[in-house]
């Protein structure tokens, strides 16, 4: 059973950096995606950052018009850990992030759609004050 947790969040003031974490175990993937996703109340989930092999040792990063330039995910393979490093925070990145996996990918191609993940984790929250 795939298991996603993810830690990191917090409150900070605007302007503050954050990164969070995204723990994977449970199964080995080969050639995964790794996303993370965010959801404000009333709001539906939207992409942020998504990761993905494009050979045996490149990565592809792909980001938000939202978050380009602020937001760098990256990906550690020996701890099978995904992380988001946040800075220069904005009021509007407020929200519950998730982390989730997309098991079968083909090489370079991004996935930025929520439905196109196979596992997520429960959420971490993060509050920005202005």
């Known amino acids: 059973q795939v298991q996603l947790v993810e830690s990191g969040g917090g409150l900070v003031q605007a302007g503050a950096s954050l990164r969070l974490s995204c723990a994977a175990s449970?199964?080995?993937?080969?050639?995964?995606?790794m996303g993370w996703f965010r959801q404000a109340p009333g709001k539906e989930r939207e992409f942020v950052a998504t990761?993905?092999?494009?050979?045996?040792?490149?990565?592809?990063?792909y980001y938000a018009d939202s978050v380009k330039g602020r937001f760098t995910i990256s990906i550690d393979n020996a701890k099978n850990t995904v992380y988001l490093q946040m800075n220069s925070l904005k009021p509007e990145d407020t929200g519950v992030y998730y982390c989730?996996?997309?098991?079968?990918?083909?090489?370079?191609?991004?996935?930025?759609?929520?439905?196109?993940?196979?596992?997520w984790g429960q959420g971490t929250q993060v509050t920005v004050s202005s």
């Open positions: 990761i993905s092999r494009t050979g045996d040792i490149a990565y592809y990063a």
């Open positions: 989730a996996v997309k098991e079968k990918t083909i090489i370079g191609r991004y996935y930025y759609t929520a439905d196109e993940y196979d596992y």
């Open positions: 449970g199964r080995t993937f080969s050639r995964p995606a």
